[in-house]
């Protein structure tokens, strides 16, 4: 006689949104490498610079984000993550973690900077804790997931689609477009913050760099001393000029 072993098929997880009590022990979550606060801030630096971040954003490096899945309560800290519009949060008080749907919109980019140390970043584990690509994807449902190893250069970028992720192609540029900021993604080699090597980059929809602060202000420089150039060259023009008319028997003054 044949046995037929017949597995029933996993339910979806039963997910709620409630937001942490303020006593709640947040895991402490190290951060594998010091490179990382570097790529989360400079994505940031020139969104801000560029006026695109408005009071309601929430962008963040290793800030917990909460769901509870199944009773049971599960945070996990992107090393970098952007919320589009939130409810107003108290002034003076300080964000310790963020509830999507409790309290504003669901991240609508999550990423994750691999270092020597591989965390989970691929981890599809449908069980508590959960793998973080099955958080993101099947309990945040995030629409946008990027894994960048920035040693290797190699940037991953994962849209929701029908809700699974797949990885998404890159423009003739090597961009990647970001529906949700209207921007495009892409690796730049260059040196920031005594870091030599792959930095993750904004582009607009015309191509152009957002800019860093160091690099605007390079920029303004460029432009005073251009400007100073022009100021110097029209003064030898006319003098130069002057020097002709007196040649001329002409007083420039009576001009």
Not at 20 to 46: G, I, Y
């Amino acid at each position: 006689m044949t046995i037929l072993l017949i597995q029933s098929p996993q339910l979806p997880p039963t997910v709620t949104w409630e937001k942490l009590p303020p006593d709640f022990e947040l895991p402490d979550e190290p951060v594998e490498s010091n490179l990382q606060p570097l790529l989360a801030a400079a994505l940031r630096e020139s969104l801000e610079l560029a006026g695109l971040l408005l009071e309601s954003v929430i962008i963040a490096t290793n800030f917990g984000i909460c769901a509870t899945v199944n009773g049971k309560t599960v945070v996990k800290a992107p090393d970098w993550v952007y919320v589009p519009a939130t409810k107003p949060f108290p002034n003076g008080e300080s964000r310790r973690s963020y509830t999507p749907c409790a309290e504003g919109d669901r991240p609508s980019i999550v990423m994750e900077f691999i270092s020597a140390t591989e965390g989970g970043e691929y981890s599809f584990n449908p069980h508590y804790p959960y793998g973080k690509w099955y958080f993101y994807e099947q309990i945040l449902k995030v629409p946008t997931y990027v894994i960048f190893h920035p040693q290797l250069r190699v940037l991953e970028v994962y849209h929701l689609v029908d809700g699974k992720y797949q990885l998404a192609s890159p423009d003739e540029n090597r961009h990647y477009w970001i529906e949700s900021l209207g921007l495009f993604l892409g690796e730049w080699l260059g040196k920031k913050s005594k870091y030599d090597g792959c930095w993750l980059r904004w582009w607009d929809r015309a191509g152009n760099l957002l800019l860093w602060g160091s690099e605007l202000l390079a920029q303004e420089r460029q432009l005073v001393e251009q400007e100073r150039q022009r100021a110097e060259q029209a003064e030898e023009k006319s003098v130069r000029l002057a020097e002709r008319l007196r040649e001329m028997g002409i007083d420039p003054a009576d001009i």
